[in-house]
């Protein structure tokens, strides 16, 4: 199984500067045949279900807004938030769908510092 | 816009099984992935499974291997996770959430569109 390690686990942040979340899978998910990362980032607020932020490890989901950004290729991975906002506080989860089970990072908690 | 909504609540005993369905409304219900993700209380987010509903096919975390069963009815649009021999860490929010299509044409299982998720308590 893949073990995807996210970190910080916990990142307090000032309102307008940025903030870096870090995901590692413990195996490449990378894809040879199409050169494509298998990787997603979710943005999870209290109470209520994730929302998908980003998936082939860069592309941003229609609606969201461009101050999240993913990069990162094989097994090391980063969700960038260039200029926080209140309402981006949240659970935030990277997520390998590259083999079975398709599994989630621990969570990265993002608050106001 | 597409919507996945799920049955409510439940509360079951140790031992025994729970049944939970996800309707989809408003998109083509064949085309994507389904899976179900659950969530203990105040922890992540874990990959049960999942069913490719236009081919019957599904794929399961060796975890639930056994205990679980991932079934979808296109003539409804409804999609079920049967989780049997319930114990008290299978306490948790349970969604269902529709594969993304990647861009293109494609079943791929992260998830786009997630449902409302049902709280399961298992407890005597």
């Known amino acids: 199984d893949i073990v995807m390690t996210q970190s910080p686990d916990s990142l307090p942040v000032s309102l307008g500067e940025r903030a870096t979340i870090n995901c590692k899978s413990s195996?490449?998910?990378?894809?040879?045949?199409?050169?494509?990362?298998?990787l997603a980032w979710y943005q999870q607020k209290s109470g209520q279900p994730p929302k998908l932020l980003i998936y082939?490890?860069?592309t941003r989901e229609f609606g969201v807004p461009d101050r999240f950004s993913g990069s990162g290729s094989g097994t090391d991975f980063t969700l960038t938030i260039s200029s926080l906002q209140a309402e981006d506080v949240a659970v935030y989860y990277c997520?390998?769908?590259?083999?079975?089970?398709?599994?989630f990072g621990q969570g990265t908690k993002v608050e106001i510092k | 816009q597409v919507q996945l909504v799920q049955s409510g609540a439940e509360v079951k005993k140790p031992g025994s099984s729970v049944k939970v369905s996800c309707t989809v409304s408003g998109g083509t219900f064949g085309r994507h992935a389904i899976s179900w993700v659950r969530q203990a209380p105040g922890q992540g987010l874990e990959w049960m499974g999942g069913?490719?509903?236009?081919?019957?096919?599904?794929n399961y975390a060796q975890k639930f291997q056994g205990r679980v069963t991932i079934t979808a009815d296109k003539s409804t649009t409804t999609a079920y996770m049967e989780l049997s021999s319930l114990r008290s860490e299978d306490t948790a929010v349970y969604y269902c959430a529709r594969g993304g299509d990647g861009g293109g044409i494609g079943f791929y299982y992260y998830v786009d569109v997630w449902g409302n998720g049902t709280t399961v308590t298992v407890s005597s």
């Open positions: 069913i490719i509903p236009i081919f019957g096919t599904t």
């Open positions: 082939w490890a860069s």
């Open positions: 997520q390998q769908y590259y083999s079975i089970p398709y599994s």
């Open positions: 195996q490449s998910v990378l894809f040879s045949s199409n050169n494509k990362n298998y």
